[in-house]
């Protein structure tokens, strides 16, 4: 059974921060790209950042860049998404999603390009 599993979401004070964790149970993420996505209340799901766990190229939205950073352990098997400076805006669910791709500069960042996703992690920044 191939599944995600994100973790490491809470509640937290607008200025701090949290790292979210993203882990595979039946495939490995060799040859995969991870995706990071959110989701707030009303809102459509959009992409934050994605990265090829094989050559370590990343993707991540415009406004999100010097805020969030993307990376993978190949130790530890993980993804992480490390997000600093958080603001009540970034309140959401959080998801990582995952494909089978090749390694190369392109990296997918459309949700639709995903087909493997994990239930979320919910991240509550108060004011």
């Known amino acids: 059974d191939v599944q995600l599993q994100a973790s490491g979401g809470g509640l937290v004070q607008a200025g701090g921060s949290l790292r979210l964790s993203c882990a595979a149970s039946g495939f490995a993420f060799d040859d995969y790209v991870i995706g990071w996505f959110r989701q707030a209340p009303g809102l459509k799901r959009e992409v934050v950042s994605s990265?090829?766990?094989?050559?370590?190229?990343?993707y991540y939205a415009d406004s999100l860049e010097d805020q969030f950073t993307i990376s993978r352990d190949k130790g530890k098997k993980l993804v992480y998404l490390q997000m600093d400076s958080l603001q009540p805006e970034d309140t959401a669910i959080y998801y990582c999603?995952?494909?089978?791709?090749?390694?190369?500069?392109?990296?997918?960042?459309?949700?639709?390009?995903?087909?493997?996703w994990g239930q979320g992690t919910q991240v509550t920044v108060s004011s």
């Open positions: 999603a995952a494909v089978r791709y090749g390694s190369g500069p392109y990296v997918p960042r459309e949700d639709w390009q995903f087909d493997t």
């Open positions: 990265i090829n766990y094989n050559d370590g190229n990343t």
